[in-house]
């Protein structure tokens, strides 16, 4: 059986993170398994944005930096690779989110190598889903001998959740990211694009940091929630089904993760999932908020939980009073729906992706309910969000 390690970790302390890390990869069964004196080890982050660690919208430097530090103990070079999503000024700003994440320091104090994803070159590989599109990946995911994935754990405006699954969209460099929005706007097509690039690299391991994980709406504009677990796997949707559950939904209920489930990725029957570590059963994280297109849970039918998103749908808008005027959300609407001047966006072409949700660094873009009886059920006391 699969397994998945949930250990407890309430801070961001280098030695309690070591400790509890390799505790968990030796239940794992070691990291001779995964890696050897020599190898060359990529660390995919989760860098979404120009970000500090303690927003929880990334994974937290100093989890990044235990890795690190693990691993060039075992003789290993590492890695630090992702692409953040978004424009500015025609270009991603990953090189800005490198630095303002910390993870530059990191690596100048740990003797790491950062990859830009933008500007490493890519691969060739081809699509497995109904797209069947030539994908073009960050390279350095196929030069390294492993590859680890280190997700964060967040709520997703647009896909509920975002975790192990969808962590590798950053594979794919720069604004190319647009294009597959555009293409796929829809979470569950979206979910085949995620289920293409995990069968096409491979990720030999997945560790979570859900220290500080994010509740409400994320992956970036939601609230810090101190999940104090870090959770490992093999197997990136084991991870993510157990990891869901720990919020209080079922992985039925994330649409971006149908298609690997149908495309069989990993393990996403609970039941066959053995969980090790601090924790022998799924722990509960009480109070979490999930994002407003979800409501209620146990909801397993999933056209029943399209209706109930359909009628609690959120549309985004810009506040002005908080926008500064960046032009981010402008830059990487993939349908070009923002007026750049005004910032109004034209509903007949947006193709509701959340993108500019996500990306404005100043909460600005705002999620509306469209429908008016929503409105009201959520005025009323019984709209609360769990
Ligand atoms: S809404 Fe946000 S991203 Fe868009 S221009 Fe304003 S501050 Fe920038
Ligand atoms: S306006 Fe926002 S939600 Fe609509 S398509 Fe553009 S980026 Fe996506």
Redesign the pocket.
Known sequence: MVKVIIQECSEYEINSLILKINDGIERLGGWDLFVRPGDIVLLKVNLIGPKPSESAAITHSEFLRAIVRILKQRGCEVWIGDSSG?AIAGIAPTAKSFKVSGYEEVAKEEGAIIKNFDSEGVMEVCSKSKYGETMYLAKPIFDADVVINLPKLKTHSAGIYTGAVKNVFGCIPGLRKAKYHKMAPNPKDFGEILADIHQSAKFQLHIMDGIYAMQGEGPTAGDVYLGNKILMSTDPLALDTVAINMIGMKIEEVPNLSAAIEREIGESRLENITIDGDFKSVPQLEGFRLPKRYKGSNRRNYNVLIKVIDFFKTAPR???K?????????E?CPVKA?NTDT?QIDYKICIECMC?HE???????ELKKENLLARIFDSLSFGKYR
């Open positions: 978004g810009i506040n002005r908080k926008c500064r005027n960046c032009n981010v959300c402008v990487s923002i910032k500019c990306l404005c660094m100043h909460k600005a873009v």
